[in-house]
């Protein structure tokens, strides 16, 4: 029966354990000096290997082999019956399953028995946290007062659970998590003793995938071994572990910069087709998003153990983004990260974490296009200079003006009132200044409008007074959709007229020929403005004009 590789290749001496010297060398001088405690307690995360210094140690109190230094040496009876699972005087006990007081008092009135084996008879408890507080309390005086044949060793993934009673009766070492380098070693030494295969970049990817526990990564290797005649490809290895290439994930974090949304929904999309996991993506986010992070705030001071030509990518590409754009994105694909595994649509929590990501600031505006001036913005200074038109002065004496005609009133401040259905405005001047304003003016009202409208597109005016809003995608129609009142009102601010909005797929809306078409009123609001002033001071407007 065939073993997993992190079973088969397991450390035999304290010199394999990769990435914990500190605490390798602690142990190996305190086994050359006859000093080795009666506890321990080793903290960690996972696949750090706390349990297999354990059994080290186990290995190494009972060897029996000359020269201490050479403990364990891995030659010796007990330390091929410890190998091997034989060896009487080492017990492993799971606090997983053993949680109960009664287990642990089992534990104490064996433990008088003298060795039938070795030196010493050594205890093993891994996920000692998960033990109730009843056991603890049983455990507390035996591990104060143990046998002199006795050993412990407490191993938790969990140090904070650990009653700081049980804590200072044992000599602690914490466990730290392996740098990609250390895994990529360590994957690179089991390929050579399999007679294996595989591509340097399949094997990059599983180190990394590993996240510094080096089990998790020999496990992820173990499932990707075929036959023997077999390579460990990166296609293959994507496949399997569901990861997006990297290429994707530079290029989605280079659309976030250009606030290219249809870009990066594209890019999604595809890795999804192609076999992605939508939580597995939004970790390769985070992951990428937190270096380029690390690099914009420490440059080459920050230590990432990566490739050197992927660093200067990161760097070039740091240089380019904005912090605050960089840790929204991070904490929107973070939060897509957990929320995915509840969502009925698996896909959304990855698409709604780009979007909200897209950057705030607008994107470069288009040519300016000459305004003409409508009632709604007659307050606005003219571009351009109207027609001359004449105007006849009436001659009349200071005394006829004093009595005759009354001062004029001074006109009140303008209000602001109802405007006519038709608007004035026409689609092009939509598409100029108005809409940009109108984003970052309905984006005070929800952020999320803001993100849902950088992704759409003025199709047209209907009727005057509707102003049609094009969507991509079905659900970015539904969401605006949702929050219409609120766009409805920015656009109203900033337009300074109540106006309406539609939303529709752009595949499916038709622009209709009896859409709103601008007339040229310039003319006619000028007359009207001359007729005004005449009336008020004594001018008179002849018929020619």
Same mark, same amino acid.
């Not at 349990?51 to 080290?56: D, H, N």
């Given at each position: 029966?065939?073993?997993?590789?992190?079973?088969?290749?397991?450390?035999?001496?304290?010199?394999?354990?990769?990435?914990?010297?500190?605490?390798?060398?602690?142990?190996?001088?305190?086994?050359?000096?006859?000093?080795?405690?009666?506890?321990?307690?080793?903290?960690?995360?996972?696949?750090?290997?706390?349990?297999?210094?354990?059994?080290?140690? $186990? *290995?190494? /109190?009972?060897? #029996?082999? &000359?020269?201490?230094?050479?403990?364990?040496?891995?030659?010796? =009876?007990?330390? !091929?019956?410890?190998?091997?699972?034989?060896?009487?005087?080492?017990?492993?006990?799971?606090?997983?399953?053993?949680?109960?007081?009664?287990?642990?008092?089992?534990?104490?009135?064996?433990?008088?028995?003298?060795?039938?084996?070795?030196?010493?008879?050594?205890?093993?408890?891994?996920?000692?946290?998960?033990?109730?507080?009843?056991?603890?309390?049983?455990?507390?005086?035996?591990?104060?007062?143990?046998?002199?044949? $006795? *050993?412990? /060793?407490?191993? #938790?993934? &969990?140090?904070?659970?650990?009653?700081?009673?049980?804590?200072? =009766?044992?000599? !602690?070492?914490?466990?730290?998590?392996?740098?990609?380098?250390?895994?990529?070693?360590?994957?690179?030494?089991?390929?050579?003793?399999?007679?294996?295969?595989?591509?340097?970049?399949?094997?990059?990817?599983?180190?990394?995938?590993?996240?510094?526990?080096?089990?998790?990564?020999?496990?992820?290797?173990?499932?990707?071994?075929?036959?023997?005649?077999?390579?460990?490809?990166?296609?293959?290895?994507?496949?399997?572990?569901?990861?997006?290439?990297?290429?994707?994930?530079?290029?989605?974090?280079?659309?976030?910069?250009?606030?290219?949304?249809?870009?990066?929904?594209?890019?999604?999309?595809?890795?999804?087709?192609?076999?992605?996991?939508?939580?597995?993506?939004?970790?390769?986010?985070?992951?990428?998003?937190?270096?380029?992070?690390?690099?914009?705030?420490?440059?080459?001071?920050?230590?990432?153990?990566?490739?050197?030509?992927?660093?200067?990518?990161?760097?070039?590409?740091?240089?380019?983004?904005?912090?605050?754009?960089?840790?929204?994105?991070?904490?929107?694909?973070?939060?897509?990260?957990?929320?995915?595994?509840?969502?009925?649509?698996?896909?959304?929590?990855?698409?709604?974490?780009?979007?909200?990501?897209?950057?705030?600031?607008?994107?470069?505006?288009?040519?300016?296009?000459?305004?003409?001036?409508?009632?709604?913005?007659?307050?606005?200074?003219?571009?351009?200079?109207?027609?001359?038109?004449?105007?006849?002065?009436?001659?009349?004496?200071?005394?006829?003006?004093?009595?005759?005609?009354?001062?004029?009133?001074?006109?009140?401040?303008?209000?602001?009132?109802?405007?006519?259905?038709?608007?004035?405005?026409?689609?092009?001047?939509?598409?100029?200044?108005?809409?940009?304003?109108?984003?970052?003016?309905?984006?005070?009202?929800?952020?999320?409008?803001?993100?849902?409208?950088?992704?759409?597109?003025?199709?047209?005016?209907?009727?005057?007074?509707?102003?049609?809003?094009?969507?991509?995608?079905?659900?970015?129609?539904?969401?605006?959709?949702?929050?219409?009142?609120?766009?409805?009102?920015?656009?109203?601010?900033?337009?300074?007229?109540?106006?309406?909005?539609?939303?529709?797929?752009?595949?499916?809306?038709?622009?209709?020929?009896?859409?709103?078409?601008?007339?040229?009123?310039?003319?006619?609001?000028?007359?009207?403005?001359?007729?005004?002033?005449?009336?008020?001071?004594?001018?008179?407007?002849?018929?020619?004009?």
């Amino acid at each position: 029966m065939s073993q997993a590789l992190y079973r088969k290749w397991r450390p035999a001496r304290f010199d394999e354990i990769i990435g914990q010297e500190h605490i390798t060398s602690t142990l190996k001088n305190s086994v050359l000096a006859d000093r080795v405690g009666h506890a321990y307690l080793f903290c960690g995360p996972r696949g750090t290997g706390k349990t297999t210094t354990a059994r080290l140690l $186990a *290995k190494a /109190v009972n060897c #029996t082999h &000359e020269d201490p230094s050479e403990r364990p040496c891995d030659e010796c =009876r007990p330390c !091929q019956a410890i190998a091997s699972g034989r060896f009487l005087d080492l017990i492993e006990i799971d606090a997983a399953s053993n949680t109960g007081v009664d287990d642990i008092r089992d534990l104490r009135d064996k433990i008088n028995f003298s060795p039938s084996e070795g030196r010493f008879k050594v205890y093993i408890i891994d996920e000692v946290h998960m033990l109730s507080t009843a056991a603890f309390n049983a455990l507390l005086k035996t591990l104060e007062e143990p046998p002199p044949h $006795a *050993k412990f /060793v407490l191993a #938790t993934t &969990e140090e904070h659970k650990v009653p700081m009673t049980i804590k200072s =009766r044992c000599q !602690q070492f914490n466990f730290r998590l392996l740098s990609t380098q250390e895994i990529l070693t360590r994957l690179n030494s089991l390929i050579d003793r399999e007679g294996l295969q595989a591509e340097a970049e399949a094997l990059a990817l599983v180190a990394q995938h590993g996240a510094g526990s080096l089990r998790d990564a020999e496990s992820l290797l173990d499932q990707l071994v075929g036959g023997p005649q077999d390579v460990i490809s990166l296609e293959r290895t994507q496949m399997i572990l569901g990861t997006a290439s990297s290429q994707n994930i530079s290029d989605l974090v280079a659309a976030i910069g250009r606030a290219d949304g249809p870009e990066g929904l594209r890019i999604i999309h595809e890795a999804l087709a192609t076999g992605a996991d939508t939580r597995q993506f939004c970790r390769q986010m985070v992951s990428y998003l937190r270096d380029l992070l690390l690099i914009q705030t420490a440059g080459t001071a920050v230590s990432l153990n990566l490739p050197e030509d992927q660093i200067l990518v990161l760097q070039k590409q740091a240089q380019t983004m904005s912090r605050l754009t960089l840790i929204e994105a991070t904490r929107h694909f973070n939060d897509a990260a957990v929320s995915s595994a509840n969502s009925w649509q698996p896909q959304l929590p990855l698409e709604m974490a780009f979007i909200e990501s897209l950057p705030a600031e607008p994107q470069p505006a288009p040519a300016p296009v000459a305004v003409q001036p409508t009632p709604v913005a007659s307050s606005a200074p003219v571009q351009a200079s109207p027609p001359a038109v004449a105007v006849e002065q009436v001659a009349v004496p200071q005394e006829s003006q004093n009595t005759a005609v009354a001062p004029p009133s001074p006109s009140p401040p303008p209000t602001a009132t109802p405007s006519p259905p038709s608007t004035g405005l026409s689609l092009e001047e939509i598409k100029g200044k108005i809409w940009r304003t109108f984003t970052a003016r309905a984006g005070q009202e929800n952020r999320n409008i803001k993100a849902w409208l950088s992704m759409a597109q003025p199709l047209a005016i209907e009727g005057g007074h509707t102003l049609v809003i094009g969507f991509d995608l079905p659900f970015l129609r539904d969401k605006l959709e949702s929050e219409r009142h609120l766009a409805e009102k920015a656009l109203q601010d900033v337009a300074g007229h109540r106006m309406q909005i539609k939303c529709v797929l752009k595949d499916e809306y038709q622009v209709s020929t009896a859409s709103y078409s601008q007339p040229d009123t310039s003319k006619k609001n000028f007359r009207d403005e001359l007729e005004t002033f005449a009336k008020e001071y004594g001018g008179v407007v002849s018929e020619s004009d």
